[in-house]
């Protein structure tokens, strides 16, 4: 008994309701499901040796790898400069640049896929306005084909890659930037030698997040793409639909969950970027470039009297660029932008058109596609029952991911890192090989095909978001405030309750928005679990677009568009009333 009171006494025991779940639903299958792909009880590689003996399989597979590093390299080529402008830009242009950033990011994967079939079809807007002005005869194939499923990836991953190095950069100390300038250092040199290197966390963090995503990507390649692109996803997909193998289903979902891993242990093995200097250099590439290095500094060396008579002419003017890196710095943001808007801007134009069919700009104005998606119980009653389960999905993650969180940040750092490790991991991983794990989880339980076991599937993953946000909130939370209602003799529970709870309230509804999010946008699990019995608007969606693409999508779309508005309105309001609570909480205090 005293071991169970001491036990019910250790922080780490509010992660245990979300472990639960999370073992139940998802930790166990998936150790059944690598066990079967080992021929358990047997335990041998046949199953490996069958799939990569497979000149189809191994195809599939290095074509994934492809278009998941293509994808995360123009992502990091676009991502990077328009983050170093963000967060150069002036604090309410940064706002604002950050806000238009966080809109897409928000926004239904789907409802942005769709927008670009609208777009890159054959009576899509860019064949409809290369027609008009009659520089093309017949519409362009600018679809169902590689360029497309890059277009569609990079577009909805690039704020993944943004919002990481913006977080990043800011922490720069943009003094050290000066101090090499002061020293005699080109502003590009600065940049280089400076500024990158201090960034780097940033770009790993990124590219870790873009990738291991991408590896998992499912609607976008079979929307966008023609059948000479399809994804490894796909295939696990196909496989689960149609002939059930689970042998070889087992084998897929962990040759994609090994390449993830791997990534994610390459990147953690020195997320510093440095070396043991004490290690002797062998002969190879490094060498030869330590080697170009050295002829540059002494290259540099001999032209050091005329860049101090250049640094003495330049030491008093002004710091800040020339007009052209200006206009090109707010050319190349504004692009960046409007490949981030403009989708959805179309599509919610489009969805207000009077014709049969969409067109841009249309031809007439009218409310027919949003009557019809109000009007079709098909659809209405699809809408309900994404917003009925987002709900109990949101209270049951929230409350799960809240206890986790405040447990983890009163735990040690070794039990932190490896329990959130394993709460984040149905979001760190393939999101196929997460459904396929649930999926086989949840026919254990008797819940495939029911709306309880969409919940569940839904709710293991919206709960690593919980943990995160609040996570995030309770690090700045101060724990005197705690100890000093202890010492006015509150309970632990009053003290919860009426300390700690107001004080990280934005933190838990801001889980809670992202919980519910997650809920209302997941597909693939969601088409896994559902058993065509159930039907959520992502998967009403999914069903439109791949079958006759009925223009009624574009009203739900858009819908789907201004959702993330509401979020980011009431997460501010919830920011602004805290805010004004802690004024006048102190406001009292000083009286």
Same mark, same amino acid.
């Given at each position: 008994m005293?071991i169970?009171?001491k036990?019910?006494?250790?922080p780490?025991?509010?992660?245990f309701p979300g472990?639960?779940?999370l073992l139940?639903?998802?930790g166990?299958?998936?150790?059944?499901l690598?066990?079967t792909?080992?021929?358990a009880p047997?335990?041998?590689l046949?199953?490996?040796?069958?799939?990569?003996?497979?000149s189809?399989n191994?195809?599939v597979?290095?074509q994934?790898?492809?278009?998941?590093?293509?994808?995360t390299?123009?992502?990091?080529?676009?991502?990077?400069?328009?983050a170093?402008l963000?967060v150069?830009?002036s604090?309410p242009?940064?706002v604002?640049?950050?806000?238009?950033?966080?809109i897409p990011y928000?926004?239904?994967?789907l409802a942005?896929?769709?927008a670009?079939i609208?777009?890159?079809? $054959?009576s899509?807007?860019?064949?409809?306005?290369?027609?008009?002005?009659?520089?093309?005869s017949s519409?362009?194939q600018?679809?169902?084909?590689r360029m497309?499923?890059?277009?569609?990836?990079?577009?909805i991953m690039l704020?993944?890659?943004?919002?990481?190095?913006?977080?990043?950069?800011?922490?720069i100390d943009?003094?050290?930037?000066?101090?090499a300038?002061?020293?005699g250092?080109?502003?590009?040199?600065a940049f280089?030698?400076?500024f990158?290197?201090l960034?780097?966390?940033g770009v790993?963090?990124g590219s870790?997040?873009?990738?291991v995503i991408?590896?998992?990507?499912?609607?976008t390649?079979a929307a966008?793409?023609?059948?000479?692109d399809?994804?490894?996803?796909?295939?696990?997909a196909a496989q689960?639909q149609?002939t059930f193998?689970?042998?070889?289903?087992a084998?897929?979902?962990?040759v994609l969950?090994?390449i993830a891993?791997?990534m994610?242990?390459?990147v953690g093995?020195d997320?510093s970027?440095s070396?043991?200097?004490g290690t002797p250099?062998r002969?190879?590439w490094p060498?030869?470039v330590i080697?170009?290095?050295a002829l540059?500094?002494?290259?540099?060396e001999l032209?050091?009297p005329s860049?101090?008579?250049?640094?003495t002419a330049h030491?008093y003017?002004?710091?800040?660029?020339?007009?052209?890196?200006?206009?090109?710095g707010?050319a190349?943001?504004?692009l960046?932008?409007t490949?981030?808007?403009f989708?959805?801007i179309?599509v919610i134009?489009m969805?207000?058109?009077?014709?049969?069919?969409l067109?841009?700009?249309?031809?007439?104005l009218s409310?027919?596609?949003?009557?019809s998606?109000f009007? $079709?119980?098909?659809?209405?009653g699809?809408?309900?029952?994404s917003?009925k389960?987002g709900?109990v999905?949101?209270?049951?993650?929230?409350?799960?991911?809240?206890?986790?969180?405040?447990g983890l940040?009163?735990?040690?750092?070794?039990?932190?890192?490896?329990?959130t490790?394993?709460?984040?991991a149905p979001?760190?991983i393939p999101?196929?090989?997460?459904g396929?794990?649930?999926y086989?989880g949840?026919i254990?339980l008797?819940?495939?095909?029911?709306v309880t076991?969409?919940?569940?599937a839904?709710?293991i993953?919206?709960?690593?978001?919980?943990v995160?946000?609040?996570?995030a909130?309770m690090?700045?939370?101060d724990?005197r405030l705690?100890?000093?209602a202890?010492?006015m003799?509150?309970?632990?529970l009053q003290t919860?309750m009426?300390?700690t709870?107001?004080?990280i309230?934005?933190g838990?509804i801001?889980?809670?928005?992202?919980?519910f999010l997650?809920s209302?946008d997941?597909?693939v699990s969601?088409?896994?679990?559902?058993?065509f019995?159930?039907?959520?608007?992502?998967l009403?969606?999914?069903e439109n677009i791949?079958n006759?693409v009925?223009p009624t999508?574009a009203?739900?779309?858009?819908?789907l568009?201004?959702l993330?508005v509401?979020?980011?309105?009431?997460l501010y309001?919830?920011?602004?009333?805290s805010?004004a609570?802690?004024q006048e909480a102190?406001?009292k205090?000083?009286?």
């Open positions: 005293q169970i009171q036990l019910g006494r250790l780490i025991v509010l992660t472990l639960a779940l139940v639903v998802f166990i299958p998936i150790v059944l690598f066990l792909s080992l021929s047997d335990f041998s046949a199953n490996y040796s069958a799939f990569l003996s497979n189809a191994v195809g597979l290095l994934t790898i492809e278009i998941s590093v293509i994808a390299i123009i992502c990091i080529l676009i991502g990077y400069p328009t170093y963000i150069a830009a604090k242009l940064r604002v640049l950050l806000v238009l950033v966080i928000l926004t239904s994967f942005r896929t769709y670009w609208v777009i890159l079809g $054959d899509g807007l860019i064949n409809n306005i290369l027609l008009h002005f009659g520089l093309i519409p362009l600018l679809i169902f084909n497309a499923v890059y277009i569609g990836m990079v577009h704020p993944m890659m943004i919002l990481p190095l913006v977080s990043v950069m800011m922490g943009k003094s050290l930037i000066s101090a300038r002061s020293m250092a080109r502003p590009f040199t280089w030698r400076v990158i290197p960034s780097l966390p790993r963090s870790l997040l873009v990738f991408c590896l998992g990507f499912y609607i390649p966008l793409g023609g059948l000479g399809a994804m490894l996803s796909t295939f696990i689960v149609t193998e689970l042998a070889g289903i084998t897929s979902s962990f969950l090994a891993v791997t994610l242990s390459m093995l997320l970027g070396s043991d200097q250099l002969k190879s060498s030869r080697s170009v290095s540059n500094r002494y290259l540099g032209s050091a860049r101090a008579r250049r640094w030491l003017k002004s710091g800040g660029g020339n007009g052209w890196s200006k206009i090109s707010s190349f943001i504004g960046v932008m490949f981030l808007l989708p959805e179309v134009i969805s207000f058109s009077a014709g049969a069919f067109e841009f700009p249309p031809s007439g409310l027919q596609w949003y009557r998606f009007g $079709d119980p098909v659809w209405y699809a809408t309900q029952t917003i389960i709900i999905v949101t209270i049951l993650s929230t409350v799960f991911g809240t206890l986790a969180a405040y940040s009163r735990s040690d750092a070794l039990t932190r890192r490896s329990v490790m394993m709460i984040l979001i760190t999101a196929i090989v997460v396929v794990a649930t086989l949840l254990k008797g819940l495939i095909g029911s076991g969409i919940v569940l839904h709710s993953g919206a709960m690593g978001y919980v995160v946000i609040v996570s909130t690090a700045n939370f724990r705690e100890q000093a202890q010492s003799r509150a309970g632990p919860f009426r300390v709870l107001p004080l309230r934005p838990i801001g889980g809670a928005l992202f919980a997650h209302f997941e597909v969601t088409s896994l679990v559902s058993g019995s159930v039907y959520t608007l992502p009403k969606m999914w791949r006759e009925d999508v009203a739900v779309a858009s819908l568009t201004l993330p509401l979020w980011l309105v009431a309001v919830a920011w602004w009333r805010r609570a802690d102190l406001s205090a000083t009286i």
